[in-house]
C-alpha cells in the first residue's frame, strides 16, 4: 500500500511539473529556440542582450519559443518579460515599433492566440505584463516570443521570462474547477481566513474582495 501511495505521489509531482511554464533566463533556457541563424542562446549571449527580436535586413524574423508544456483550458497564462533596448534615447528610436507579442502555439506550431504590448513609456530595462487564456480543446503548447515591427533601431533583447499558470477557479489548487472550489469560497466569506494566499485564490474576480459574485464566478466556469 506505501509503495502504491509512493508512486502515486511520484506521478502527482511529475504532473506538477509537466504543467509548469517553461522560465527563461541566462540560468534556465534549455529546449528553447531561438531562431537567429548564427547565434545561439546561453548564458552569455542573454546576459549581453544578444537575443533580440526584431525582423533584421534580410527580412528575417528572429523570435524566441519555449519547449512544448502541458496546459489545461480556461487557464490563465501570465507573463513578465524583461526586455532591455540601448537604443530606447537615441534620435532614430521609434518606440511605436517596439511592440512586444507573445503567442500561444498549439503542438503543430500553429498560432491559437496571441497579446501585444505597445509601450507608451520606455526605459532601458522594463518589465512587461502579458495574459492569455488557454481556449478550449488545447492541452499542449509552446510560447513564441517575437517583435514583429522592430528594427535595427528599435529593437529590444528579452533577458528574461517568467510565467505562470492558474487555472480559473481552481482555489484548492486541486487541477480542477467543482463544487469543492464554491464551497472553499463560501467557508471564506462566513469564516474568514488568515491565509493571504488562499484569500488571494478565492478573490476570483479580482476586485480584492472575496464575496458571492466570486463564488457566481467559478460557477459560470463550472456550467460553460
Not at 509548469?20 to 542582450?49: C, K, M, R
Request: hydrophobic share 45%; with cysteine; glycine share 4%.
Amino acid at each position: 500500500m506505501k509503495k502504491i501511495m509512493s508512486l502515486m505521489t511520484m506521478l502527482a509531482v511529475a504532473l506538477l511539473a509537466a504543467a509548469q511554464v517553461p522560465q527563461f533566463s541566462s540560468q534556465s533556457y534549455a529546449g528553447w529556440d531561438y531562431s537567429h541563424p548564427s547565434l545561439e542562446v546561453n548564458t552569455s549571449t542573454i546576459l549581453a542582450n544578444k537575443i533580440v527580436l526584431y525582423v533584421n535586413s534580410q527580412g528575417h524574423a528572429l523570435t524566441l519559443t519555449s519547449p512544448p508544456f502541458n496546459c489545461q483550458a480556461r487557464a490563465t497564462i501570465d507573463m513578465t518579460v524583461t526586455w532591455v533596448t540601448d537604443q530606447w534615447d537615441e534620435p532614430d528610436f521609434v518606440k511605436s515599433r517596439v511592440a512586444l507579442t507573445a503567442a500561444l502555439l498549439d503542438r503543430d506550431g500553429v498560432t491559437v492566440d496571441s497579446v501585444t504590448w505597445v509601450p507608451t513609456t520606455l526605459s532601458r530595462t522594463n518589465m512587461v505584463n502579458l495574459s492569455m487564456i488557454v481556449p478550449r480543446g488545447l492541452t499542449g503548447a509552446r510560447l513564441r516570443f517575437a517583435s514583429w515591427k522592430a528594427d535595427v533601431w528599435s529593437n529590444g533583447a528579452v533577458r528574461q521570462i517568467v510565467a505562470t499558470s492558474m487555472l480559473k477557479g481552481d482555489v484548492n489548487h486541486d487541477g480542477e474547477v467543482t463544487v469543492a472550489d464554491v464551497n472553499a469560497i463560501i467557508d471564506v466569506i462566513s469564516q474568514g481566513t488568515d491565509d493571504a494566499s488562499l484569500r488571494e485564490r478565492c478573490d476570483v474576480n479580482q476586485d480584492s474582495e472575496v464575496t458571492v459574485a466570486d463564488v457566481n464566478e467559478v460557477l459560470d466556469v463550472i456550467l460553460r
